[in-house]
């Protein structure tokens, strides 16, 4: 099938403004600009907040043809190691899924299952971190284009078997953008406890949740780059530090204590909004009660009041 220079020519537009980038992966990885690092054999082709290409790394022969046997969609492009056949299958999405830690968790997590799908059915290399791919600009792979139209998820989604995602309280899978999703919430339900202890200034706040951050990231068989990592403890320890405070938790310590009567207040409200934030994220009630320490039933009817 003959090149298209249309998704090659998207592909150089999209790539960050200074991607990592490298001829030799032993010697180690580049920044420098996109212009430059265009002309190297491997390139970042996504940014730490946006996914533009869905990138999948097929080690065995064949690799560069053999999704159609797999039933899978045609990739967008393939980047083929001439000496073993070994390949990178690229999908251009139409809409760019948003990874960074501010993003919808609704749309990301419907991204993460499609990506994780797509990744099993091509049988990739699931520790690939995805980081760089084997740069379609350069002349020391076979590129062929296949499928000329950028990808919705939903395109993708009608290949794809996302019944094993459906249900919102499993956790996905610690790969593709399974990782972000999970790094996310992990983090997420943690920074909900331990800012209690002590109420840090905001600067000794965000280095406690970058800590925790990497330490998590190190338990993924690939670990999601630095950079991300960053991105999504920075987002979580300004969210918190924003929203939960020594008075605001003092003022709820104090209707917890009241006997009978109904809550009110700031402090319900805050709980209440922490709640419905959790639920609409798929958190289990279960576990919404165990994060805020209240009952089952006061979570219940919470979610299941429309005020």
Known sequence: MADQPGQLDLFRE????????????????????AERAALARYIQPN???HRFWLVYDIDRPGAAIDWSDRGAPPPSITAKNPE?????LIYGLKTSVRTASDAKSAPLRYAAAVDCALQRLLGADLGYSGLICKNPLHPHWQVTTWEPRLYTLADLDSWLDLKPAQDRRKRLPDYGLGRNCNLFEQLRLWAYRAIRQGW???????????????????????SLDHQEVRHVARSVAKWTHQHLDAASFSAWQAVQGRKGGKAKGEAYALLRAQA????????????????????????????????
Request: hydrophobic residues 35%; charged residues 20%.
């Open 47 to 49: 940014g730490p907040t």
């Open 200 to 222: 840090p200034d905001f600067e000794q706040w965000q280095a406690a949740c970058l800590d925790r951050a990497l330490m998590y990231n190190a338990g993924f068989a690939a």
């Open 276 to 307: 419905l934030r959790l639920r609409s994220d798929g958190v289990s009630i279960r576990s919404i009660a165990k994060e805020l320490s209240v009952g089952t039933g006061t979570v219940h009817s919470w979610v299941s009041t429309k005020r």
């Open 84 to 88: 073993n056949g070994h390949a990178h």
């Open 14 to 33: 999209r790539l960050p403004a200074k991607p990592y980038h490298t001829d030799d992966l032993r010697a180690g990885l580049q920044v420098r600009s």
